[in-house]
């Protein structure tokens, strides 16, 4: 019991830092990458939409000079000044800003997405990058397998027990061999420069993976409840929100606009005249009412923001309806990975047997180097397999992590 507690330990202890080793990976590629640059950048410059927003329309100031003065009871006039503000219904301002604010958020949201993607991409790269260094060293295991078998055959030939036809089969293969080996070192070398462009840094940059990763013994369990708080979906959320807070906006700037002014007339005296008002100056408060009489223009956006409401609620359940399809997919994908790992861990232990088998068969005198070749084929095809089945459930459960998590 205390064996296998510690065991169990071990194997949390490698998966905490196989997955700490991989957010370290994911982290710096948040960090440096550009798309997630240009999402904050992009977020940023909706946050700064609030303070422009925020502003009246601008002051009028005018200045005129009466080129005839026109003479008035108390003298002539010559000239004239005018100031004027136009001010928007009360809250349309703060409908502006809440329109504004409502945008960004939707940004904001865009980040969230942007980053998940990210992760998403840099975790599938790491996996492929794993399955490539896997299969690279299960292939150096099976060369440095025949190079045993291959002195074996030779003592036989020795002996007269086998002939040089089967040294040679041996040799050709272990070329084979070679040769996968030599294409995955280049698949890994392309593989490795599109895990370091995610992280935004040279593609000559070794990267450093684990050397074995395991199928845990149970999988975590996910519900598709997880699904709503995806930010692919609470992007449709802002979004309608957005469309709400524009449609406040509009009925805002539906009302009328108020405008404050004043006229300034300076006047002249009139010569050789003496009574109270000659020569006093005009000053003229104003008032302006700016009235929307012919609104054809706010029922129209009024109409168009309801259906786009309404597009957006469509939009959302078709997309809620293929997040739950890969949802679905990727659990089950999962699974298969599990069911195929643990048969070709069978079928792996079945193939150790029979080469144990053929090894103590050579002790009496007796080998088939066809048996071997074919024994040690099926030993290859069965680690590739399990390898595969590793990647797969990883990957899976990437994308389930992605749909799901918080």
Do not use: H
Not at 90 to 118: D, H, P, Q, W
Not at 339 to 350: A, C, R, V, Y
Not at 387 to 400: E, F, P, T, W
Request: with cysteine.
């Amino acid at each position: 019991m205390k064996n296998i507690i510690i065991i169990v330990c071990l194997l949390l202890v490698s998966t905490f830092a196989k997955a700490q080793e991989l957010q370290s990976y994911i982290q710096e590629a948040e960090a440096n990458n550009p798309d997630i640059q240009a999402y904050e950048l992009r977020y940023n410059i909706a946050r700064e939409k609030v303070s422009e927003v925020n502003t009246l329309p601008n002051t009028k100031i005018s200045a005129g000079y009466f080129v005839s003065e026109p003479e008035t009871r108390t003298g002539a006039q010559r000239a004239r000044f005018s100031i004027s503000q136009m001010l928007p219904w009360f809250g349309t301002i703060t409908a502006r800003e809440n329109y504004a604010s409502s945008m960004a958020e939707k940004e904001f949201v865009e980040i969230a997405i942007a980053k998940r993607k990210l992760a998403l991409s840099v975790a599938q790269s790491y996996y492929r990058l794993y399955a490539n260094k896997a299969n690279q060293k299960v292939l150096e295991d099976n060369i440095q397998l025949l190079q045993t078998y291959e002195r074996l055959a030779l003592t036989s030939v020795e002996v007269g027990k086998a002939s040089a036809v089967d040294v040679l089969r041996l040799q050709i293969r272990q070329n084979e061999l070679q040769q996968q080996k030599e294409v995955l070192e280049e698949e890994y070398l392309a593989e490795q420069t599109v895990f370091n462009n995610l992280l935004n840094r040279k593609e000559s940059i070794a990267v450093e993976v684990v050397p074995e990763m395991k199928i845990p013994v149970e999988d975590l369990v996910f519900s598709n409840e997880g699904l709503t708080l995806n930010p692919e979906l609470i992007k449709y959320d802002k979004l309608y929100e957005s469309v709400e807070q524009s449609e406040l906006l509009n009925q805002k700037e539906s009302g009328p606009n108020l405008g404050f002014g004043l006229d300034y007339v300076p006047v002249a005296e009139r010569p050789a005249m003496n009574f109270s008002d000659n020569g006093k100056d005009i000053v003229m408060p104003m008032v302006t009412l700016s009235i929307p009489i012919f609104n054809n223009k706010y029922s129209s956006v009024s109409k168009q923001n309801k259906l786009r409401q309404q597009e957006i609620t469509s939009q959302k359940n078709e997309r809620l309806n293929t997040l739950e399809t890969a949802f679905a997919k990727a659990k089950s994908q999962r699974n298969q990975a599990r069911i195929k790992f643990n048969t070709q861990e069978k079928n792996l232990k079945q193939a150790n047997d029979a080469e144990e088998i053929l090894i103590k068969n050579y002790e009496t005198g007796t080998i088939d180097f066809n048996d071997v070749l074919d024994i040690q084929e099926l030993q290859l095809k069965f680690q590739i397999n399990q390898i595969a089945s590793v990647q797969m459930y990883y990957v899976q459960s990437a994308i389930i992590n992605y749909l799901i998590n918080q």
